[in-house]
């Protein structure tokens, strides 16, 4: 039997898993404004967790920032290297 305390901590997983889908998906939808004609798009697996980490930080040290700018700039910068 799971008590309310364990509930809750997999209720919080659970949602930062949708988190960081929707972010990734954020993501995606951000590069294939640079690469529309392409179908593949240039991210490897580490690329995706880099900019999802940095995403993440960046939204705690400005919590007031707008997610969707974030990832906008973090796309920017990562393609303008």
Not at 6 to 22: A, L, N, P, R, T
Not at 59 to 76: G, M, T, W
């Amino acid at each position: 039997m799971v008590d309310a305390r364990q509930k809750s901590g997999i209720i919080i997983f659970e949602v930062q898993i949708m988190d960081k889908k929707f972010i990734f998906k954020m993501i995606q939808n951000c590069f294939k404004q640079y690469y529309a004609k392409s179908e593949n798009l240039p991210l490897s697996k580490d690329d995706y967790e880099e900019l999802y980490e940095r995403i993440v930080l960046i939204k705690e040290q400005q919590p007031e920032a707008e997610l969707h700018e974030i990832i906008n700039d973090s796309v920017y910068e990562f393609i303008t290297g």
